[in-house]
Protein backbone atom coordinates (compact mmCIF):
# COMPACT_ATOMS: atom_id res chain seq x y z
CA UNK A 1 0.00 0.00 0.00
CA UNK A 2 3.25 2.48 0.97
CA UNK A 3 4.60 1.10 -2.63
CA UNK A 4 1.28 2.52 -4.38
CA UNK A 5 0.68 5.62 -2.46
CA UNK A 6 4.64 6.46 -3.28
CA UNK A 7 3.79 5.84 -7.11
CA UNK A 8 0.80 7.91 -6.75
CA UNK A 9 2.40 10.79 -4.97
CA UNK A 10 5.53 10.94 -7.94
CA UNK A 11 2.61 10.80 -10.38
CA UNK A 12 1.26 13.74 -8.68
CA UNK A 13 4.12 16.22 -8.61
CA UNK A 14 4.67 15.64 -12.22
CA UNK A 15 1.04 16.27 -13.64
CA UNK A 16 1.86 20.07 -13.29
CA UNK A 17 4.56 19.57 -15.28
CA UNK A 18 2.51 18.12 -18.54
CA UNK A 19 -0.82 20.43 -17.37
CA UNK A 20 1.05 23.73 -16.89
CA UNK A 21 2.37 22.85 -20.10
CA UNK A 22 -0.85 22.34 -22.01
CA UNK A 23 -0.01 18.57 -22.79
CA UNK A 24 -2.62 16.83 -20.68
CA UNK A 25 -5.63 18.96 -21.54
CA UNK A 26 -8.76 18.54 -19.04
CA UNK A 27 -10.90 21.49 -19.78
CA UNK A 28 -14.36 21.23 -22.02
CA UNK A 29 -15.40 24.75 -22.46
CA UNK A 30 -18.79 23.62 -24.20
CA UNK A 31 -21.93 22.12 -22.93
CA UNK A 32 -23.60 18.98 -24.06
CA UNK A 33 -25.13 20.83 -26.66
CA UNK A 34 -23.87 21.02 -30.36
CA UNK A 35 -23.45 23.81 -33.52
CA UNK A 36 -26.21 23.69 -35.50
CA UNK A 37 -25.35 22.25 -39.08
CA UNK A 38 -22.78 25.04 -40.87
CA UNK A 39 -22.56 27.27 -37.77
CA UNK A 40 -19.26 27.64 -36.29
CA UNK A 41 -17.24 29.06 -33.28
CA UNK A 42 -13.94 30.83 -32.37
CA UNK A 43 -12.89 30.62 -28.85
CA UNK A 44 -10.27 31.36 -26.39
CA UNK A 45 -9.35 29.23 -23.57
CA UNK A 46 -6.96 30.02 -19.87
CA UNK A 47 -6.68 26.88 -18.42
CA UNK A 48 -4.96 26.87 -14.72
CA UNK A 49 -5.84 29.99 -13.79
CA UNK A 50 -6.11 28.17 -10.22
CA UNK A 51 -4.30 24.83 -9.46
CA UNK A 52 -4.79 22.88 -6.44
CA UNK A 53 -3.21 19.40 -4.80
CA UNK A 54 -6.10 17.46 -3.13
CA UNK A 55 -3.47 16.26 -0.76
CA UNK A 56 -2.03 19.58 1.80
CA UNK A 57 1.36 17.89 1.95
CA UNK A 58 1.82 18.59 -1.63
CA UNK A 59 2.26 22.01 -3.25
CA UNK A 60 2.00 22.96 -6.62
CA UNK A 61 3.47 26.04 -8.36
CA UNK A 62 3.40 27.99 -11.70
CA UNK A 63 5.25 30.02 -13.55
CA UNK A 64 2.76 31.37 -15.32
CA UNK A 65 -0.58 32.92 -14.84
CA UNK A 66 -2.43 30.92 -16.64
CA UNK A 67 -1.89 28.67 -20.13
CA UNK A 68 -3.37 29.87 -23.37
CA UNK A 69 -5.40 28.26 -25.61
CA UNK A 70 -7.12 29.02 -29.75
CA UNK A 71 -10.13 27.01 -30.38
CA UNK A 72 -12.57 26.75 -33.26
CA UNK A 73 -15.67 24.49 -33.82
CA UNK A 74 -18.12 23.89 -36.95
CA UNK A 75 -21.41 21.98 -36.84
CA UNK A 76 -22.09 18.83 -39.07
CA UNK A 77 -24.88 17.05 -39.78
CA UNK A 78 -26.67 15.07 -37.70
CA UNK A 79 -26.07 17.24 -34.68
CA UNK A 80 -22.29 16.38 -34.91
CA UNK A 81 -19.52 18.63 -34.35
CA UNK A 82 -15.68 18.82 -35.58
CA UNK A 83 -13.13 21.42 -33.45
CA UNK A 84 -9.78 22.10 -32.95
CA UNK A 85 -7.57 23.70 -30.57
CA UNK A 86 -4.24 24.76 -30.43
CA UNK A 87 -1.67 25.66 -27.78
CA UNK A 88 1.32 27.66 -27.81
CA UNK A 89 3.28 24.66 -26.00
CA UNK A 90 3.35 22.86 -29.31
CA UNK A 91 0.16 21.08 -28.51
CA UNK A 92 -2.56 20.77 -31.10
CA UNK A 93 -5.81 18.79 -30.79
CA UNK A 94 -8.47 17.73 -32.72
CA UNK A 95 -12.26 17.18 -31.69
CA UNK A 96 -15.41 15.14 -32.61
CA UNK A 97 -18.59 15.25 -30.90
CA UNK A 98 -22.23 13.97 -31.07
CA UNK A 99 -24.97 15.11 -29.24
CA UNK A 100 -27.40 12.23 -28.57
CA UNK A 101 -30.57 14.01 -28.21
CA UNK A 102 -32.68 15.49 -30.81
CA UNK A 103 -32.67 19.27 -30.77
CA UNK A 104 -36.62 19.08 -29.81
CA UNK A 105 -35.57 17.18 -26.49
CA UNK A 106 -34.96 20.21 -24.38
CA UNK A 107 -34.96 18.45 -20.99
CA UNK A 108 -31.44 18.20 -20.80
CA UNK A 109 -28.47 17.96 -24.12
CA UNK A 110 -26.42 15.12 -24.00
CA UNK A 111 -22.98 14.87 -25.87
CA UNK A 112 -20.19 12.07 -26.27
CA UNK A 113 -17.15 13.47 -26.78
CA UNK A 114 -13.44 12.26 -28.30
CA UNK A 115 -10.75 14.34 -28.54
CA UNK A 116 -7.06 13.74 -30.33
CA UNK A 117 -4.18 15.60 -29.00
CA UNK A 118 -0.84 15.50 -30.46
CA UNK A 119 2.10 16.82 -28.41
CA UNK A 120 4.64 17.61 -31.21
CA UNK A 121 7.88 15.97 -30.75
CA UNK A 122 6.37 13.29 -28.43
CA UNK A 123 3.53 11.38 -27.99
CA UNK A 124 0.01 11.79 -28.90
CA UNK A 125 -3.26 10.63 -27.08
CA UNK A 126 -7.01 10.19 -26.86
CA UNK A 127 -9.26 11.82 -24.41
CA UNK A 128 -13.40 10.69 -24.54
CA UNK A 129 -15.88 11.09 -22.57
CA UNK A 130 -19.50 12.68 -22.01
CA UNK A 131 -21.12 16.04 -21.46
CA UNK A 132 -24.74 16.50 -19.42
CA UNK A 133 -26.45 19.94 -19.55
CA UNK A 134 -29.53 21.99 -19.37
CA UNK A 135 -30.35 25.02 -20.32
CA UNK A 136 -32.14 27.53 -18.29
CA UNK A 137 -32.97 30.60 -19.95
CA UNK A 138 -30.14 30.68 -22.11
CA UNK A 139 -27.60 29.40 -18.83
CA UNK A 140 -26.24 26.20 -19.17
CA UNK A 141 -24.87 24.50 -16.15
CA UNK A 142 -22.85 21.53 -17.16
CA UNK A 143 -21.09 18.46 -16.19
CA UNK A 144 -18.66 16.37 -18.01
CA UNK A 145 -16.17 12.94 -17.52
CA UNK A 146 -13.12 12.19 -19.64
CA UNK A 147 -10.97 9.19 -19.57
CA UNK A 148 -7.39 9.18 -21.17
CA UNK A 149 -5.43 6.85 -23.67
CA UNK A 150 -1.96 7.72 -24.49
CA UNK A 151 -1.18 6.62 -27.65
CA UNK A 152 2.72 6.07 -28.57
CA UNK A 153 3.68 6.68 -25.02
CA UNK A 154 6.32 4.39 -23.72
CA UNK A 155 8.39 3.95 -20.45
CA UNK A 156 11.12 5.40 -22.21
CA UNK A 157 9.83 8.67 -23.20
CA UNK A 158 9.43 9.30 -19.10
CA UNK A 159 12.57 7.74 -17.87
CA UNK A 160 14.01 11.33 -17.21
CA UNK A 161 10.66 12.69 -15.63
CA UNK A 162 9.43 11.94 -11.82
CA UNK A 163 7.15 9.67 -13.14
CA UNK A 164 9.54 7.21 -14.10
CA UNK A 165 9.19 3.58 -12.72
CA UNK A 166 5.38 4.50 -11.99
CA UNK A 167 3.67 4.89 -15.58
CA UNK A 168 1.42 2.31 -15.08
CA UNK A 169 -0.44 4.57 -12.51
CA UNK A 170 -0.48 7.41 -14.95
CA UNK A 171 -0.65 6.18 -18.52
CA UNK A 172 -3.91 4.89 -19.37
CA UNK A 173 -5.17 5.20 -15.88
CA UNK A 174 -5.56 9.39 -15.89
CA UNK A 175 -9.68 10.38 -15.68
CA UNK A 176 -11.44 13.76 -15.24
CA UNK A 177 -14.33 15.00 -13.94
CA UNK A 178 -15.70 19.09 -14.28
CA UNK A 179 -17.91 21.05 -13.81
CA UNK A 180 -18.57 24.69 -15.56
CA UNK A 181 -21.73 26.80 -16.34
CA UNK A 182 -22.37 28.30 -20.06
CA UNK A 183 -23.10 32.36 -19.24
CA UNK A 184 -24.73 33.94 -22.26
CA UNK A 185 -23.13 36.87 -23.73
CA UNK A 186 -23.79 39.42 -27.17
CA UNK A 187 -22.81 36.70 -29.57
CA UNK A 188 -20.60 34.83 -27.72
CA UNK A 189 -20.13 33.03 -24.04
CA UNK A 190 -18.16 32.73 -20.86
CA UNK A 191 -17.63 29.31 -19.57
CA UNK A 192 -15.78 29.18 -16.44
CA UNK A 193 -14.94 25.74 -15.60
CA UNK A 194 -13.65 23.67 -12.66
CA UNK A 195 -11.82 20.58 -13.00
CA UNK A 196 -10.58 17.72 -11.01
CA UNK A 197 -8.42 15.59 -12.49
CA UNK A 198 -7.58 11.74 -10.60
CA UNK A 199 -5.86 8.59 -11.14
CA UNK A 200 -8.41 5.36 -11.87
CA UNK A 201 -10.41 5.03 -9.42
CA UNK A 202 -8.56 7.07 -6.11
CA UNK A 203 -10.20 9.91 -6.32
CA UNK A 204 -8.28 10.66 -2.74
CA UNK A 205 -5.07 11.64 -5.44
CA UNK A 206 -5.68 14.24 -7.74
CA UNK A 207 -5.48 17.99 -8.98
CA UNK A 208 -8.30 20.85 -9.09
CA UNK A 209 -7.92 23.28 -12.18
CA UNK A 210 -9.75 26.32 -12.62
CA UNK A 211 -9.96 28.00 -16.17
CA UNK A 212 -12.56 30.46 -18.17
CA UNK A 213 -13.08 29.66 -21.66
CA UNK A 214 -14.82 31.98 -24.53
CA UNK A 215 -16.78 31.17 -27.88
CA UNK A 216 -17.61 33.69 -30.36
CA UNK A 217 -20.70 32.66 -32.18
CA UNK A 218 -20.22 35.59 -35.74
CA UNK A 219 -23.74 36.17 -36.67
CA UNK A 220 -26.03 34.73 -33.61
CA UNK A 221 -26.42 35.52 -30.50
CA UNK A 222 -24.82 33.15 -28.34
CA UNK A 223 -27.75 30.65 -28.53
CA UNK A 224 -26.56 28.21 -31.35
CA UNK A 225 -23.95 26.29 -29.09
Not at 107 to 135: E, M, P, Q
Not at 138 to 146: L, R
Not at 208 to 218: E, K, M, N, T
Request: charged share 15%.
Amino acid sequence: MTRRKNAVCRALLALPLFTLGGCVSSSNYYTGRTLEENKYSIGFGADDIVIKSSDKSLSVSKNKPFVPSLAGSYGLPWRFEIGMRYYPANVFEASLRDQVNPRTFDVVDFSLNLHYSIIFGSYSYLRYGATLSKNIREFEPYVHYSAYQFVGATSAIFDNSFISGSEAIYVNNNRAIGFGIALPLKSAKLFPEVNYQYFGGDLTHGLWHFGIGVRVYPGTEGRSQ
